[in-house]
Structure formats: structure tokens, C-alpha cells
């Protein structure tokens, strides 16, 4: 059981493997030792258990927040509920937002959290007596806060969630003028921003189509560039896999398969991802859709023909057993920590190109950052601009008319004087930030002649990291 318990030693662990990754970076950089190792290090780690009565039984649950790194605060990053959450899991997603933070520049150390529940076993008021005892723990210790940690969604939680734990927080802390920055991910009616939901998938879009439009990246695989008619497989029909689904299949990708945990589904025409969302919804499965076949053996899915291959699920589900087997020309790494270090290596002997994790999936907190900006401005979006630009293009337009003598229609009036909207804004803040990510990346790559993106990620991410160490000006 101790030996079991025994994570930092552990070769083979997931936070091992995110050092692996990491210190094939640090060749390509000359940095201190013990400043590097003060980046790997987990900083806090907060493992606890409490007691909740369900039904006439009392439970013992057992929970975590881990804050990986310190350099900046807030930390930042979801809480996960799920079976299988451990402290070596924990950790190792909270390092990962560290490095995802850093590279798409969002001011923020990374977190992680996670409860060892099944939420799809447990009732409502279950999870919700959890999600509010779990918060009260967290405020206990000062682990919860706008300018201390700020939780979000992950694997199992949603809006429901974060509207539990920011209105157990402001119960408790009513004096708090930025409580509503204590947590991100918020429904729009209790001050969420438009766009959070879908923003995981669609930076996995645009990160994608990005490297799409490489000619050269392209030819190295024998593909052609653009996004239209590229087969796509997708796993995990989560809240990331289902909008990344959506957005590939209406730019014009063809999505050839879906897997979810019961079973997978396979077209080689294409499957339309919006039915089989309402075939999911009516019979609880996505297996037996009318336009598929079925796939028993959901991780053989992984194994088909095709251009990209997307998991967007849960860690580990390429690795040495399956890495040979796998014939996509390109994966991109919707899930944290989906190739195990083993499987990277036959992977990139191979040739296929890996958009990885600490880029890919950072579409999520990237928003959550706006929601938190949002949340500590304590404005409502163009409350104090909105009116004037209005005018100003309303004047703009009769200049136009008339110095042209001509009239513009008015559907054409009504887009040009309505002027930006919240999801407008967020849209281009996270398409902007998407693809200059994915420049500086590859430029890295190119530069110091590094043969994948994850290392030259993570290059980019630890000097970054050391930059604002620098700029701290004292080493803590
Ligand atoms: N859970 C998401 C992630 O892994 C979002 C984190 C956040 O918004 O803070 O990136």
C-alpha cells in the first residue's frame, strides 16, 4: 500500500512522464539547474478527506487541489471528477497548466483538483452536497480565492458545478467585492462569459487548421493543405470532443469515426456529428447510429485510417501497445497527457506530426482568463463604448453614402452599426492567441532545429516561466 502510495520516485508515474517531456526541452536552453527544478516542482499540494451523509450512510470522500506553480497568482486550472482522480494525476495536470498557461500568455501559475467520485453513479444533490463541502475545505485553507486559485471546469464538471462553488464561496466570503472571479467557467446568468463553453474545442479547431495551412508541414506528411474533405477521428464526445467535432465537420472535414467508452462508430463517408449527438441524447450510447457501423472495441477506433486523429478523453491512451498500430498523419492533443513519452518516440519515428496538450487544449483557460477579466472589471461588456461606436459608424456610413452616391443595403448597415458583441471579442482574442501560440511554436522549432512541437513547447513555456521569475527579481 506505501509503496503504492510512493509518487515522486516512481519511473513510470504521469507526473514522470511530464518531466521526461520537460527535460528533453532543457537541452535546448542554458538555465540553472535549481531554477529548473523549482519550475518542475509542485509547489502545494492539498490532499484531503471529509465526510458527507448520503442518504442515511456517511462517505468518506477523498479530494485534492494541487498548485503547481507559484510564479504567478492567481494559480489556475479545473477540478476533475472521476473514479479514477489520484494525487499523481492531480499533479501532473496541474503542471501541465503551468506550461499551458505560459505559452498562450495568460498570467497565471497552474492548479488542478480533482474528487475520486463516479458523477454519473451518484444523484444530483449528492454532487452537489460534494461540490459545496469540497469548496468550504478549500476556503479553509486558503486554497480558493480571485487572487489565490481559481478553479474551473474539467473532466466531469460543467456550469452547474462552477455556480455551486462560487455561490458557496460568497456565502462565506460576502465580503469579497471580486467573489465572482473566485471560479471560472460560470453560466452567463451568473457572470460566465459567452463562449467559455465551446472554447476548449474550438482552440483545438484553430490550432489545427493552423498547421493545416503550413505547406510545408503538410507535404512532410503527404497531405495537401486545408481543412476541407481530411478525415478526422475523433475520442471522447465530451464537452471538448463534441464541439471540436462540430467545428471540423462544419469547415468541411469528414468526421470518420467517433469513440466514445461503450463502443465506437465508423463511416468512411462521414458521419454527421449533430445527428449522432441527437442519437446519443435519445438512446444514451452513440452505438447502433443508422449512417455507422459499430466498433466493439472502442480503442481500435484509434487504430483506423485516417489524416488526423484527435483524442479527447483522458490520459495515457496512446502508448507503446497501440503507438505502432496508429496510421493518422497528424494528432493533436485535445486531452491532457494523451501519448505516453514511449508512444511519442515511435510516433515521431514514423513521421507523424503531434500538436501537443500544452498548446492545443489551452483554448479553455485562455477564455477563462477573459471570464476572470471580465469578473474583476465588474463592468458589463459596452456598457461605456457600445453607444458611441454605434453613432460613430452610423455617421461613418451617411459620409460613405454620400461621398458615393450610392446606398447600402440595410442588412449590410445593420452589421457594420452594431459593432462588436462579448462572443465576437472572445472568438478573435482566442483565434489571435491560437495562432500566434502555434507561430511562436514552430518558430522555436525551426530556429533551434528541434524535431516536435512538444519539446519546442515546452522551450517556449520555460522561458517564459524563467522570464517572470526575472522579472520577480528575487528567487523565493
Ligand atoms: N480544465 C481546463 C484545462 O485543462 C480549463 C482550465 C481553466 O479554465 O482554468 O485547461
Redesign the pocket.
Known amino acids: 500500500m506505501l509503496k503504492k502510495n510512493r509518487i515522486k520516485s516512481e519511473k513510470n508515474s504521469f507526473f514522470n512522464c511530464i518531466e521526461r517531456n520537460f527535460d528533453k526541452a532543457t537541452k535546448f536552453l542554458s538555465i540553472e539547474k535549481g531554477l529548473l527544478e523549482q519550475i518542475k516542482a509542485c509547489n502545494a499540494v492539498y490532499r484531503m478527506h471529509f465526510p458527507v451523509k448520503l442518504g442515511k450512510e456517511i462517505k468518506v470522500i477523498e479530494a485534492y487541489r494541487v498548485q503547481h506553480s507559484h510564479h504567478k497568482l492567481p494559480c ?3 477540478i476533475r471528477y472521476s473514479i479514477k482522480v489520484n494525487q499523481d494525476e492531480v499533479m501532473t ?1 496541474a503542471a501541465l ?1 503551468t506550461y ?1 498557461c505560459a505559452i498562450v500568455d495568460v498570467p497565471f501559475g497552474g492548479a488542478k483538483g480533482g474528487i475520486k467520485i463516479d458523477p454519473q453513479t451518484i444523484s444530483t444533490e449528492a454532487i452537489e452536497k460534494i461540490t459545496r463541502r469540497y469548496t468550504s475545505e478549500l476556503i479553509k485553507k486558503n486554497f480558493i480565492g480571485p487572487g489565490i486559485d ?5 473532466y466531469g464538471t460543467g456550469e452547474r458545478e462552477m455556480s455551486w462553488i462560487f455561490d458557496t464561496f460568497l456565502s462565506i466570503r460576502p465580503e469579497d467585492v471580486d467573489a465572482l472571479a473566485c471560479v ?2 460560470k453560466p452567463v446568468s451568473q457572470g460566465g462569459v459567452r463562449g467559455r463553453k465551446e472554447a ?1 474545442g474550438l482552440g483545438v479547431f484553430y490550432g489545427i487548421r493552423e498547421l493545416c495551412k503550413m505547406k510545408e508541414d503538410m507535404l512532410s506528411v503527404g497531405l495537401d493543405i486545408g481543412l476541407i474533405g481530411k478525415k478526422i477521428i475523433i475520442q471522447g464526445l465530451g464537452n471538448v470532443g463534441y464541439y471540436a467535432a462540430s467545428f471540423f465537420h462544419n469547415a468541411g472535414a469528414i468526421i470518420v469515426a467517433l469513440a466514445e467508452r461503450e463502443g465506437a462508430i465508423y463511416n468512411k463517408k462521414g458521419l454527421n456529428v449533430s445527428k449522432v449527438i441527437l442519437h446519443l441524447k435519445n438512446t444514451g450510447s452513440i452505438l447502433n447510429f443508422p449512417e455507422a457501423i459499430n466498433i466493439e472495441n472502442t480503442e481500435k477506433a484509434l487504430e483506423l485510417e485516417c489524416d488526423i486523429l484527435i483524442p479527447a478523453a483522458l490520459e495515457n491512451v496512446i502508448n507503446k501497445k497501440n503507438a505502432e498500430k496508429i496510421k493518422a498523419k497528424i494528432i493533436g492533443e485535445a486531452a ?1 497527457g494523451p501519448i505516453t513519452p514511449e508512444a511519442d518516440e515511435i510516433l515521431e519515428k514514423k513521421g507523424v506530426i503531434i500538436i501537443p496538450d500544452i498548446y492545443l ?2 483554448g ?2 485562455t477564455v ?1 482568463y477573459f471570464e476572470w477579466l471580465k469578473n474583476l472589471s465588474h463592468v458589463r461588456h459596452g456598457r461605456m463604448e457600445k453607444r458611441f461606436s454605434e453613432n460613430m459608424n452610423s455617421e461613418l456610413l451617411q459620409i460613405i453614402e454620400t461621398v458615393c452616391k450610392k446606398k447600402i443595403s440595410p442588412e449590410d448597415k445593420r452589421t457594420i452599426l452594431r459593432g462588436p458583441r462579448e462572443i465576437d471579442l472572445v472568438r478573435s482574442g482566442l483565434e489571435d492567441t491560437m495562432i500566434s501560440g502555434f507561430h511562436k511554436i514552430r518558430d522555436i522549432k525551426i530556429s533551434s532545429k528541434i524535431k516536435n512541437m512538444r519539446t519546442a513547447a515546452f522551450v517556449l513555456a520555460i522561458n517564459k516561466i524563467v522570464d517572470s521569475y526575472e522579472k520577480l527579481g528575487i528567487f523565493p
Open positions: 489556475k486550472g479545473g495536470l497548466m499551458k481559481v478553479p474551473a471546469p474539467d471560472t467557467g476548449t491532457n487544449n489551452a479553455g483557460v477563462s
